[in-house]
């Protein structure tokens, strides 16, 4: 238990469908992320929320919407997909201005199929 | 700007063996490093971090790595690996801020019984 908890676990989705991915952390951290990890590849940060301002990763399709309704929630909105999105998406968080050098907590994440 | 490069994609090491996992980083600024552990089905989790003081990092499970500045290498090592530490194994660098975490592109680590 790592104090990030990620629902769901597994979505399976067609180009149509529109769904919604949700993180909450417990920790009590003031920022939170979305993370999308590929096949050989990078992490790739897509959007990060905290409660000075929120940071958008330019090369983030407007298919993808995140929500921020507060410090402990977070939602990625899905809607148009392509299969090429298909991924592990990770929530994250962190607790920043505590000279912890951005210590980011991971949830267990939800892998998407986009069919 | 900020890089991370680790060199081997896959280490496969028999149990008890000692391993070595390679991370280089390039930043124009001072750095803070990460390793973080990945086991199958799960997110990441912390492992050890470098943020400043001593260059020989301890972290959880018996591993440790080694900050060299003048190598810009941050590797992660084990004296005696177990069948539990199979994972995936990402290094990450920050320089200060959220948005300025850069992780590497990961290295499978499999331990043959």
């Known amino acids: 238990e790592t104090g990030v908890t990620q629902t769901p676990r597994h979505l399976v989705m067609g180009m149509t469908n529109k769904k919604s991915l949700k993180c909450e952390q417990h920790?009590?951290?003031?920022?939170m992320y979305w993370y999308k990890q590929s096949a050989k590849k990078p992490l790739e940060l897509m959007f990060v929320y905290s409660l000075e301002e929120r940071v958008e990763n330019n090369s983030v399709p407007s298919r993808f919407s995140p929500e921020c309704p507060n410090s402990s929630h977070l939602f990625l909105h899905l809607h148009t997909l392509q299969p090429e999105d298909s991924a592990l998406y990770l929530c994250a968080s962190s607790l920043q201005g505590k000279g912890e050098g951005e210590k980011l907590f991971f949830g267990s994440g939800t892998q998407l199929s986009v069919l | 700007a900020q890089s991370v490069t680790q060199l081997d994609s896959q280490v496969p090491v028999f149990e008890e063996a000692p391993v070595e996992l390679r991370c280089n980083y390039s930043?124009?600024?001072?750095?803070?490093l990460f390793w973080y552990v990945q086991y199958p089905n799960q997110g990441l989790q912390l492992l050890l971090k470098?943020?400043?003081?001593?260059?020989l990092v301890k972290g959880i499970n018996g591993f440790e790595a080694e900050f060299n500045k003048s190598q810009t290498s941050f590797h992660l090592r084990k004296p005696s690996v177990h069948i539990s530490d199979t994972a995936e194994y990402f290094c990450?660098?920050?320089?200060?801020?959220?948005?300025?975490?850069?992780f590497g592109i990961g290295t499978k680590l499999q331990v043959i019984p």
């Open positions: 920790l009590g951290h003031n920022a």
């Open positions: 470098y943020l400043s003081g001593s260059t």
């Open positions: 930043s124009s600024v001072s750095v803070y």
């Open positions: 990450a660098v920050s320089g200060g801020g959220y948005q300025k975490v850069t």
